[in-house]
T-cell receptor, first 112, second 116 residues
Framework: GENVEQHPSTLSVQEGDSAVIKCTYSDSASNYFPWYKQELGKGPQLIIDIRSNVGEKKDQRIAVTLNKTAKHFSLHITETQPEDSAVYFCAAFTSGTYKYIFGTGTRLKVLA | KAGVTQTPRYLIKTRGQQVTLSCSPISGHRSVSWYQQTPGQGLQFLFEYFSETQRNKGNFPGRFSGRQFSNSRSEMNVSTLELGDSALYLC???????????????FGSGTQLSVL
């Protein structure tokens, strides 16, 4: 079945450094890839997304890249701040089954 | 604009009981999706409702069911609870069905269910 693998499961970075989270999807029909940030006690919040006809998208300190050939997409956070500490989820929308398949999450800790 | 509201925030039940969770979507949103979140498993899709009709469902046993009312509010029911049902249950709303041009999901804060 459809699957999204996400790595790493935990990531610690020093404040000001960059963080990269990677996801790999299995269904070649996937065409939309959102990223969610979940803070403690809250539901996931959409932070950035990318569609399959775009290779890269940037929003201030956050960027997402997509390699359709390799079925990889990544989240890049630059100049990390303590408030970036949270669990991040990637997801792939599969047009065949009309479902979002989520990765297992990455717990990011930004050390002050 | 109020966000997605889920009630209650916390529930403690014992094995064999049943439970009903409630979700009120963002005003104007007609699609409600339910997800189960467990540590290490990420978010697992349960089902999606649009205009009171179930449009899609995940791979969960029949003990998990849901419905949507005419005001778009949705309820999820789990019967004969098992220990493994302990999880955070998340509801997400969108303005159109999920299959409509990659509609974005807006999540509530979830209901934390503990089964003892």
């Amino acid at each position: 079945g459809e699957n999204v693998e996400q790595h790493p499961s935990t990531l610690s970075v020093q404040e000001g450094d960059s963080a990269v989270i990677k996801c790999t999807y299995s269904d070649s029909a996937s065409n939309y890839f959102p990223w969610y940030k979940q803070e403690l006690g809250k539901g996931p919040q959409l932070i950035i997304d990318i569609r399959s006809n775009v290779g890269e998208k940037k929003d201030q300190r956050i960027a997402v890249t997509l390699n359709k050939t390799a079925k990889h997409f990544s989240l890049h956070i630059t100049e990390t701040q303590p408030e970036d500490s949270a669990v991040y989820f990637c997801a792939a929308f599969t047009s065949g089954t009309y479902k979002y398949i989520f990765g297992t999450g990455t717990r990011l800790k930004v050390l002050a | 604009k109020a966000g997605v509201t889920q009630t209650p925030r916390y529930l403690i039940k014992t094995r064999g009981q049943q439970v009903t969770l409630s979700c009120s979507p963002i005003s104007g949103h007609r699609s409600v999706s339910w997800y189960q979140q467990t540590p290490g498993q990420g978010l697992q899709f349960l089902f999606e409702y649009f205009s009171e009709t179930q449009r899609n469902k995940g791979n969960f046993p029949g003990r998990f069911s849901g419905r949507q009312f005419s005001n778009s509010r949705s309820e999820m029911n789990v019967s004969t609870l098992e220990l493994g049902d302990s999880a955070l249950y998340l509801c997400a709303s969108s303005s159109r069905p999920v299959d409509a041009a990659n509609e974005k999901l807006f999540f509530g804060s979830g209901t934390q269910l503990s089964v003892l």
